[in-house]
């Protein structure tokens, strides 16, 4: 498959699907999400919940790293979906995890009445990034 040969809309299908899957039994905040790959691939996240809530998985870093342990290493689009009023986006460690592994990702927000397309970049501004670990010349 070529790049971005998948629909929006299928995109949205296959983050709604799988959101069914969530395990959010403490907040019965389901979330889904379909992560489309260069190759044309798709991995798919819902959120899984712990009683220790910080070590709560989001739904669109269960997609990423299920794309990252199969070697995928390219990423174009996710799509992320939720029962909100207005599209939801990613939580702030999602975003944060997804610009370091796709800078230049589209970000899908879908709700059920409508959905929004914004970069990783306008999510989350002055991301922190590989060139803070690079060594400075300080004289």
């Known amino acids: ?64 790293f299920s794309a990252l342990a199969a070697g995928q290493r390219e990423f174009l689009r996710v799509a992320v979906v939720a029962e909100t009023p207005e599209p939801c986006p990613p939580c702030g460690a999602c975003r944060q995890v997804l610009f370091d592994y796709a800078p230049t990702l589209q970000v899908i927000l879908g709700n059920r009445e409508s959905h929004l397309i914004r970069g990783i970049g306008e999510l989350l501004p002055l991301g922190f990034h590989d060139d803070y670990f690079r060594r400075q010349d300080r004289s």
């Open 1 to 64: 498959m070529s790049a971005s040969s998948h629909s929006i809309e299928h995109l949205l299908a296959e983050a709604w699907r799988v959101r069914e899957q969530a395990c959010a039994r403490y907040s019965n905040f389901a979330v889904g999400a379909c992560l489309e790959c260069a190759d044309g691939s798709l991995f798919l996240g819902c959120n899984v919940e712990s009683s220790s809530y910080g070590l709560t998985c989001c739904a669109e870093r269960v997609a990423l």
